[in-house]
């Protein structure tokens, strides 16, 4: 497992902006590397969804919900991924979970989560 820590999630108006980061700072280059790295987020109410994925060579994949709209990366060499979120709307209201699956791990039963960290999109 990694250790994921995120940051950047916050309060901001809809419209709006946020950048969030996730940084598994324990982990060597080689390591990090072995996962596909993501962005999940839950609501109120509502199960936990992905919000878009990774992998080492660059492969993209979002929820329908937010192309268009989201931009996930990654630095391996800074080990960190980050999700650009641009034009947010009060539905983007979540808690967002850095994620981390190895290739080997299909299912994700052993996956690594970040604390999480809260977006509220709201005037």
């Known amino acids: 497992q990694l250790q994921l820590v995120e940051s950047g999630g916050g309060l901001v108006q809809p419209g709006g902006s946020l950048r969030l980061s996730c940084k598994a700072s324990?982990?060597?280059?080689?390591?990090?590397?072995?996962?596909?790295m993501g962005w999940y987020r839950q609501a109120p109410g509502k199960q936990r969804e992905l919000v878009a994925t990774i992998s080492r060579p660059g492969d993209t994949n979002y929820a329908d919900s937010v192309k268009g709209r989201f931009i996930i990366s990654r630095d391996n060499s800074r080990k960190t991924v980050n999700l650009q979120m641009n034009s947010l709307e009060p539905e983007d209201t979540a808690i967002y979970y850095c994620?981390?699956?190895?290739?080997?791990?299909?299912?994700?039963?052993?996956?690594?989560w970040g604390q999480g960290t809260q977006v509220t999109v709201s005037s």
């Open positions: 994620n981390a699956r190895k290739e080997s791990d299909p299912s994700g039963a052993y996956d690594s």
């Open positions: 324990r982990a060597i280059t080689s390591v990090f590397n072995m996962y596909v």
